[in-house]
């Protein structure tokens, strides 16, 4: 059974900076996209930034300049570095990534719990 295990949130200032960390673990035959995704409160679920297999990065927006989202491959991880952050960046942050399992089964999307990012004073 695959698991996607976010890390990383908490409190900080306007201004400030924070970064996120995500691993999956389990039954992983491979890892295909990687991805961040948020919803603040009272707004629907966005995309942050995604990031493939190979490296090459895509980003909502609104966060361009200030977020970087990275993946390590051989420990099954993908990070996003916040800088920088707003009062509007708070938000519960979510780990989103196309799994296969083993040889013989197709691309399954799993998501992280969530880790809870507070940009305030």
């Known amino acids: 059974q695959v698991q996607l295990v976010e890390s990383g949130g908490g409190l900080v200032q306007p201004g400030g900076s924070l970064s996120l960390s995500c691993a999956a673990s389990?039954?992983?035959?491979?890892?295909?996209?990687m991805a961040w995704y948020r919803r603040a409160p009272g707004r629907r679920r966005e995309l942050v930034a995604t990031v493939t297999s190979d490296g090459s990065t895509r980003y909502a927006d609104s966060v361009k300049g200030r977020l970087t989202i990275s993946r390590d491959n051989a420990k099954n991880t993908v990070f996003l570095q916040m800088n920088n952050l707003k009062p509007e960046n708070t938000a519960v942050y979510y780990c989103n990534a196309g799994i296969v399992a083993s040889s013989t089964t197709r691309d399954m999307e799993y998501w992280g719990k969530g880790t809870q990012v507070t940009v305030s004073a």
């Open positions: 389990g039954s992983i035959f491979r890892i295909n996209d």
